[in-house]
């Protein structure tokens, strides 16, 4: 039976990091991800001048409730979403002024409406371009805290970035949220703030975060449950192939390990135990339609594998996945169309339905983006000579995942 051995989460690690460089003493995060996207986190943090030790199977932060250690920085946050969001929200509790930037495809990604939250509490928050989007310079004296209304409709990371700064403001946060995204993200949030000694609670739509700031702590950083759907999906799409994934089971923070659900209701046999979840694929795949708007990281996951399905396979509520590293809906229904599948789109859905056999020896677009080549590396499983322009953008979150899907693949 395959056991894959996940890299940490992305979203646990980033967030772990800001929690750190925020809390009073000296936090140690254990197997965090090591990646494109929080090794810029990580150089960010070094720029704003916080001390990160890093080994292979821990980092330690020093953190400083008082904000950044230097009184002027540059910031590259690279293509990482999380780093070029909540980066500027940290350096704005400090005193100094702080420039951030970011690669091409971060800088068409939209940060409009955090913006305007923080300029609400009074930062002194400038783009130095194009409005809502990097770059940008924090002239930073404190954030006083107190009432904002949130739009989070395209990123609960905006909601996320606010949570955050909550307890480094002087009076607290009470965040009134308009519209939300990817709910169980935020949940990620308000739970590791509690393990790092903060306690947020919810009166409707307004989120109440009280001052006082973080306590230091020794955190373990859960395996990524976006990262594992690949390693799920694969096992479903291969009769009598088992995956098992250890370190995600009942008590899991990510909400992404809800895409099993997706998969059992499709046909594949699920156990989630306490401290690992296994998927076996049983030969059939039915078609559904699923809404994934708390997932939407997964869709690309669902996709790829939906033209083994007996049905049709219609994804619902996912229009925030126009707005990732790519627009990941058309991404995907071209991709699919390349390999001769049969793709309806909506501005927040897609329908695959099944029919035609699969062209082989076709080469996908990845856009750049890390989750279409990992997400149509299953599809290869059964087709074969599927090949990728651009197969290295898998460092963003899994450096070594064609070798790790490779050794899975064998073993199938």
């Not at 607290?172 to 609670?201: H, N, Q």
């Not at 390349?338 to 035609?356: K, N, Q, S």
Request: charge should be negative; glycine fraction near 12%; proline fraction near 7%.
């Amino acid at each position: 039976m395959p056991v894959v051995a996940i890299p940490g989460s992305k979203s646990i690690t980033a967030r772990a990091l800001f929690l750190a460089a925020a809390a009073d003493g000296v936090t140690t995060l254990v197997r965090p991800l090591r990646s494109d996207d929080t090794e810029g986190f990580a150089e960010g943090l070094t720029r704003l001048g916080y001390r990160v030790g890093r080994t292979p199977d821990t980092w330690q932060v020093d953190g400083r409730p008082q904000g950044p250690a230097v009184a002027e920085a540059d910031v590259y946050c690279r293509d990482g979403a999380t780093t070029a969001r909540f980066l500027p929200t940290l350096a704005a509790a400090g005193h100094g002024t702080y420039r951030f930037d970011a690669s091409p495809q971060m800088r068409r990604r939209p940060l409009g409406p955090l913006s305007k939250a923080l300029r609400d509490l009074g930062v002194d928050l400038r783009h130095a371009e194009k409005e809502g989007h990097h770059p940008l310079t924090i002239a930073a004296a404190g954030v006083e805290g107190g009432e904002v209304t949130l739009d989070a409709g395209q990123s609960s990371q905006y909601l996320t970035a606010l949570l955050l700064l909550g307890p480094l403001t002087r009076r607290g946060l009470r965040i009134t949220v308009t519209d939300l995204v990817s709910v169980p993200y935020v949940e990620i949030t308000i739970a590791m703030m509690r393990a790092f000694g903060v306690e947020v609670s919810r009166e409707g739509n307004t989120f109440v975060v009280p001052p006082g700031g973080y306590r230091a702590a020794t955190y373990a950083v859960e395996p990524d449950a976006s990262t594992a759907s690949y390693f799920f999906a694969a096992a479903a799409v291969t009769p009598g192939g088992e995956v098992t994934v250890p370190g995600l089971g009942e008590g899991a923070l990510q909400g992404d390990l809800g895409f099993v659900d997706v998969l059992r209701r499709m046909g594949a046999r699920v156990t989630v135990g306490t401290d690992a979840t296994t998927v076996r694929g049983t030969g059939e795949l039915h078609g559904i339609t699923v809404n994934m708007r708390d997932i939407s990281d997964t869709m690309p996951t669902l996709a790829a594998i939906a033209p083994f399905a007996s049905g049709p396979v219609r994804i619902e509520d996912v229009a925030n996945t126009r707005v990732k590293e790519c627009d990941r809906l058309e991404a995907c229904a071209e991709n699919l169309r390349r390999l001769g599948a049969e793709v309806a789109t909506g501005p927040d859905w897609i329908e695959i339905r099944p029919g035609a056999p699969l062209a082989t020896d076709t080469e996908i677009k990845s856009y750049g983006d890390h989750r279409i080549v990992m997400s149509f590396a299953v599809t290869g499983l059964r087709v074969p000579g599927i090949s990728f322009d651009d197969p290295g953008c898998v460092r963003k979150t899994f450096p070594g995942f064609h070798e790790e899907f490779g050794a899975l693949r064998a073993r199938l």
